[in-house]
C-alpha cells in the first residue's frame, strides 16, 4: 500500500457551485471520462452511491467499481471496490479560489499485480488524465448551461 498525496494547486476553470453541479451530473461527468463503457449507477444513501463500469487497461476492458460518498461543498471519498485498485481509498478536497476551484487528492493505494515502484506513477498517471477530462467536462458542461 502506498500513501499519495496532490497539493500542488490543480485547479478548474470553473466556480466551485459549478464543479459541484457538473460532479453530480452523470451524463456530463461521465461521458468525459474517455476509454470507458458501461457505465452503472447504483444509490447506497442519500450521499453515496456505487459507480461501475469497464475502464480500458493496456488493450483490455477491465472492470471497475467505486463507491462514492459526497460532502458538497468541501469534497467527496472514493473507495475502489472492483478492479486492480480494490481497497484503495482517496479524498477529493474541493477549495474555492473565486471563479476558479482548486482540488488536492489524498489516498491509500493498493493495486494487484503492480510492483511497489510502479504505482505512484501509475496514481499520479491517472489523477492528470481525469483532471484533464474533468477539466475539459466541466469546460463543456459550462458552455451547455448557459
Do not use: C
Not at 103 to 124: C, I, K, N, Q
Request: glycine residues 8%.
Amino acid at each position: 500500500m502506498a500513501r499519495i498525496s496532490d497539493q500542488e494547486g490543480s485547479k478548474f476553470d470553473a466556480p466551485l457551485d459549478v464543479v459541484w453541479k457538473y460532479l453530480q451530473h452523470p451524463e456530463a461527468h461521465g461521458n468525459a471520462h474517455k476509454g470507458t463503457r458501461n457505465r452503472a449507477m447504483q444509490p447506497v444513501t442519500d450521499t453515496s452511491f456505487v459507480v461501475s463500469w469497464e475502464q480500458e487497461m493496456n488493450g483490455a476492458w477491465v472492470k471497475v467499481a467505486n463507491r462514492i460518498t459526497v460532502f458538497p461543498p468541501l469534497g467527496l471519498v472514493i473507495e475502489a471496490v472492483e478492479g486492480p485498485m480494490a481497497g484503495s481509498k482517496m479524498f477529493n478536497v474541493y477549495t474555492p479560489h473565486g471563479n476558479k476551484t482548486e482540488v488536492s487528492v489524498f489516498g491509500d493505494f493498493e493495486a494487484t499485480g503492480v510492483p511497489a515502484g510502479h504505482l505512484e506513477p501509475m496514481v499520479r498517471g491517472f489523477w492528470e488524465m481525469a483532471y484533464n477530462e474533468d477539466s475539459a467536462g466541466i469546460r463543456e458542461f459550462t458552455k451547455s448551461s448557459k
